[in-house]
Structures are given as C-alpha cells and as structure tokens.
C-alpha cells in the first residue's frame, strides 16, 4: 500500500506581487526610491504651546479668593473624616475658597444611591458653586482633567490615586487632599497659605 496523498490544510494559491516582472510595465507597481536625509537641514519640532500665567512650575494665576474643583470622593472622605469642607479649605490657604462642583461630579454622586444621601446634601450647599457641563458622557474625571488643562485657575480636591497622577502631569495645577485628619495641598508655591506638614 503506498502514501495515501493529503491535502494541505488551508493551502491557498500562490499569488504573484504587484512588483514582479511578468506583469506589464504599465499595470506594475511603481518603486518608490527612499529620499535621503539630508543631516546639515534644521530639523522642524512640535512644541506644545504652554499658557503664559506659567512662572516655571508656579502659576500666577492663583489668588484668593481660590476656585477649587471639588471629585465625588473628596466630599465622601471629608465626611468620613468628619471635616466640614468649606471650613477646612479655608484653614489650609488661609484665604476665602469657592468649592466647585461640575454637574459630573453630582450625576456620579446621584448613581451612588441612598447611602451617599449626605455626600448629594453637601454637594447641593449654596455655598458650592455649579459649573455646567457641555460634553456627552458622566465620566467625571475626563471632566476634571479637561476642565484644569482648559482653564488654570483651579485648585482640584481629590483622594483618587489615578486622577491625582494624571494630574501631575499637567503644569501649574495644585492638588488638594485629605491626610491625618486635614486638608492638605501640594504643588502650591510656599508663600500661599498654611505650612506644609
């Protein structure tokens, strides 16, 4: 009995490439010849434009009274904390600070339910000041991040690790957080409000 012959799995016809030389000069593809580069050129680099408030990392733009972007779990913490948030802005600057809140931040404190009823009281203070938004979408720290890259007169409160980093990254934006029991703020130049502990 001799080898029985198989057939290839998915075997496919071989093809010839556009390049080849069977195929008639005017169907054939053109070679295109890499241009070389010339090293002694200047050399054309996008730098992105930074906003002129900038004094190197200090932002001039900050001054009492201060704007501060408030995330939905700075109010939970500061509850948690039992800190009242308006007063306890004011003991880290020192000066008079405006809360704000961005109609995210309360579409995602409204999901959370009844067990956050106290958080959606304190958002809806009127000392809280509401900034509406024109974007699709609830995701509120996309908001935040767009909000501060777009504007740079906010101080931002947040506790969330992720957004606190993706902050960093942008020039000129404090960060205000909650530790050992009190506000705290970084980023800020030393000669606003209370010393750093």
């Not at 501060?148 to 690790?161: E, F, G, N, S």
Request: net charge positive.
């Amino acid at each position: 009995m001799g080898k029985q012959k198989t057939k290839m799995f998915a075997a496919m016809k071989r093809m010839i490439t556009l390049k080849d030389q069977r195929i008639k000069e005017k169907d054939r593809a053109k070679v295109h010849m890499k241009k070389k580069i010339d090293p002694s050129k200047i050399k054309e680099k996008e730098v992105p434009k930074y906003p002129s408030c900038l004094f190197f990392q200090y932002n001039t733009q900050l001054g009492p009274p201060y704007h501060i972007l408030v995330d939905t779990n700075f109010i939970n913490f500061s509850i948690k904390a039992k800190l009242d948030i308006v007063q306890s802005m004011m003991d880290c600057l020192y000066a008079k600070c405006i809360p704000c809140i961005t109609d995210c931040v309360m579409a995602e404190i409204e999901k959370l339910g009844m067990k956050y009823r106290v958080a959606l009281r304190i958002a809806k203070d009127p000392r809280f000041e509401r900034l509406p938004c024109t974007h699709k979408g609830t995701y509120a720290d996309d908001c935040l991040v767009q909000r501060v890259t777009q504007h740079k007169c906010y101080i931002l409160a947040t506790v969330d690790r992720d957004l606190k980093r993706r902050i960093r990254k942008i020039p000129g934006v404090p960060i205000m957080y909650i530790s050992n029991h009190r506000f705290n703020i970084e980023r800020m130049p030393d000669d606003y409000g209370a010393p750093r502990f």
